[in-house]
């Protein structure tokens, strides 16, 4: 897919929640952490709904049902109804159901989330290899997912059944920080079989049509805060994307963000859902956004100025893209992201 490389955030005269009809919403990291709601989230989305844009929930955790994820959102304070949430295991059960006949068991190692999805495409969730699955699905399946289901996916494949992922995130965000994510166990069956998954969640293709198929979105904006999986599903998508500074996402990595990486807009948190984006402007050879000036010297990011945390990552942001091209900026932000509090 050919694209324009993108060298700087981009600017909305309109607040987004009005410039968008759908916010495509991820979970995980941008409305909650582990059973909490996420700072400004409850609030955003509430305002944002009442000014007419719809929300619509899309996460790559396939451990819950999506009745489950909307009955925590309410509880939260964000009303959901289960149409609301779009799930990697309802992508990956369509991927499947696609490929076998009806009523065909799949192999499940994951949680509730998988099973449903699985029967909503009519097909029959089983345990073990010896039930003559034709398919393996694998999906989050928590902290406490057992070595043995690893071991039954192993056995199948090895009998030559194809194997189907959920998604790949290593690392998914929780109340006490960072834990391993479905990427890191779909690794031990990789390195156990040599098998590769077909893989259904972000950032690839029928994770997004599914979201297109449920939503029905005509201006639909992806807003997550993993640079691999919300924005690039977004880039790979052909639609516009916020990333927001609340999940796994850091300055850092921003900055040195390859294109398909690079979101549209960029901000602390869903506030930034209710506002315009400012404009960052080239000046001087440098890149100007409210009251900051960012310059790309030899072997760092300078940053000059006052204000707003946020116009200064987003000059900054403008300064390593435009650097890097289309690769990958390697200069030194520390000292100006430091200077940001970021």
Same mark, same amino acid.
């Given at each position: 897919?050919?694209?324009?490389?993108?060298?700087?955030?981009?600017?909305?005269?309109?607040?987004?929640? +009005?410039?968008?009809?759908?916010?495509?919403?991820?979970?995980?990291?941008?409305?909650?952490?582990?059973?909490?709601?996420? &700072?400004?989230?409850?609030?955003?989305?509430?305002?944002?709904?009442?000014?007419?844009?719809?929300?619509?929930?899309?996460?790559?955790?396939?451990?819950?049902?999506?009745?489950?994820?909307?009955?925590?959102?309410?509880?939260?304070?964000?009303?959901? +109804?289960?149409? #609301?949430?779009?799930?990697?295991?309802?992508?990956?059960?369509?991927?499947?159901?696609?490929?076998?006949?009806?009523?065909?068991?799949?192999?499940?190692?994951?949680?509730?989330?998988?099973?449903?999805?699985?029967? +909503?495409?009519?097909?029959?969730?089983?345990?073990?290899?010896?039930?003559?699955?034709?398919?393996?699905?694998?999906?989050?399946?928590?902290?406490?997912?057992? /070595?043995?289901?690893?071991?039954? &996916?192993?056995? &199948?494949?090895?009998?030559?059944?194809? /194997?189907?992922?959920?998604?790949?995130?290593?690392?998914?965000?929780?109340?006490?920080?960072?834990?391993?994510?479905?990427?890191? &166990?779909?690794?031990?069956?990789?390195?156990?079989?040599?098998?590769?998954?077909?893989?259904?969640?972000?950032?690839?293709?029928?994770?997004?049509? +599914?979201?297109?198929?449920?939503?029905?979105?005509?201006?639909?904006?992806?807003?997550?805060?993993?640079?691999?999986?919300?924005?690039?599903?977004?880039?790979?998508?052909?639609?516009?994307?916020?990333?927001?500074?609340?999940?796994?996402? #850091?300055?850092?990595?921003?900055?040195?963000?390859?294109?398909?990486?690079?979101?549209?807009?960029?901000?602390?948190?869903?506030?930034?859902?209710?506002?315009?984006?400012?404009?960052?402007?080239?000046?001087?050879?440098?890149?100007?956004?409210?009251?900051?000036?960012?310059?790309?010297?030899?072997?760092?990011?300078?940053?000059?100025?006052?204000?707003?945390?946020? #116009?200064?990552?987003?000059? %900054?942001?403008?300064?390593? /893209?435009?650097?890097?091209?289309?690769?990958?900026?390697?200069?030194?932000?520390?000292?100006?992201?430091?200077? %940001?509090?970021?």
């Amino acid at each position: 897919m050919s694209q324009t490389v993108r060298t700087r955030p981009d600017a909305s005269r309109q607040a987004l929640s +009005e410039a968008y009809d759908t916010a495509l919403l991820d979970l995980d990291g941008v409305v909650y952490a582990g059973g909490s709601a996420i &700072a400004h989230a409850v609030e955003s989305l509430g305002t944002a709904r009442s000014g007419g844009m719809r929300l619509a929930y899309v996460t790559n955790n396939a451990l819950r049902t999506p009745d489950a994820v909307a009955g925590h959102l309410t509880e939260l304070g964000v009303p959901a +109804e289960p149409s #609301d949430v779009i799930t990697s295991a309802q992508a990956v059960a369509r991927l499947i159901s696609e490929q076998v006949p009806e009523g065909a068991r799949v192999l499940v190692v994951g949680g509730e989330g998988l099973r449903v999805a699985l029967r +909503e495409r009519g097909l029959e969730p089983v345990d073990s290899a010896d039930d003559e699955p034709v398919a393996v699905v694998q999906g989050y399946g928590g902290p406490d997912l057992t /070595w043995s289901r690893f071991a039954e &996916a192993c056995f &199948a494949i090895h009998r030559g059944v194809p /194997w189907f992922a959920s998604n790949t995130d290593l690392t998914i965000p929780s109340a006490r920080g960072i834990a391993p994510g479905n990427g890191a &166990a779909v690794e031990v069956v990789r390195i156990a079989t040599g098998a590769e998954p077909r893989v259904a969640g972000k950032p690839l293709p029928p994770m997004h049509r +599914e979201t297109i198929l449920r939503t029905g979105a005509e201006r639909p904006l992806v807003v997550g805060d993993r640079l691999d999986t919300d924005i690039e599903g977004a880039f790979n998508g052909e639609v516009d994307s916020l990333l927001v500074l609340t999940g796994v996402t #850091d300055g850092a990595q921003l900055l040195a963000a390859p294109p398909q990486h690079r979101p549209t807009f960029v901000d602390a948190d869903l506030r930034g859902l209710l506002t315009g984006q400012p404009e960052v402007v080239g000046e001087g050879g440098g890149f100007r956004c409210g009251g900051w000036t960012a310059t790309a010297g030899s072997e760092r990011l300078e940053l000059d100025g006052e204000g707003a945390a946020m #116009d200064g990552l987003r000059a %900054l942001c403008a300064a390593a /893209w435009t650097a890097a091209g289309d690769g990958t900026c390697a200069l030194d932000g520390g000292k100006a992201l430091a200077r %940001l509090g970021l």
